[in-house]
Nanobody
Framework: QVQLVESGGGLVQAGGSLRLSCAAS????????MGWFRQSPGKEREFVAA????????YLSESVQGRFTISRDNAKHTVYLQMNSLKAEDTAVYYC???????????????????WGQGTQVTVSS
């Protein structure tokens, strides 16, 4: 079973930046896409961003467009989420997710993703 290991969360002031990383534990890991979701207390998990492993096409939720960027390093089996101009409402636990190779479609619901990380806390102070 592949493990997804996230890093890069923390506390930042509004307007600041953070970069999240997520690495798959197995070198032989193959996926169609990886993405990020987030969940804040009392709210449902929501889609943030996703990237196709084959062609690099990216998908971003409207709430983060223009502020967040998703990228990948295929050789390192790693996906990144660069978060700029952070707002208090971005505060959440951020989860990395990966598809298996049989899934069709990349965006934008959690049921498309078979593997999940443990989550990393992002707190934005206003």
């Amino acid at each position: 079973q592949v493990q997804l290991v996230e890093s890069g969360g923390g506390l930042v002031q509004a307007g600041g930046s953070l970069r999240l990383s997520c690495a798959a534990s197995e070198r032989t890991f193959r996926t169609n896409a990886m993405g990020w979701f987030r969940q804040s207390p009392g709210k449902e998990r929501e889609f943030v961003a996703a990237i196709s492993w084959k062609d690099g096409e990216t998908y971003l939720s409207e709430s983060v467009q223009g502020r967040f960027t998703i990228s990948r390093d295929n050789a390192k089996h790693t996906v990144y989420l660069q978060m700029n101009s952070l707002k208090a409402e971005d505060t959440a636990v951020y989860y990395c997710a990966a598809q298996n190779t049989q899934t069709k479609g990349v965006c934008c619901t959690g049921d498309l993703y078979a593997y999940w990380g443990q989550g990393t806390q992002v707190t934005v102070s206003s």
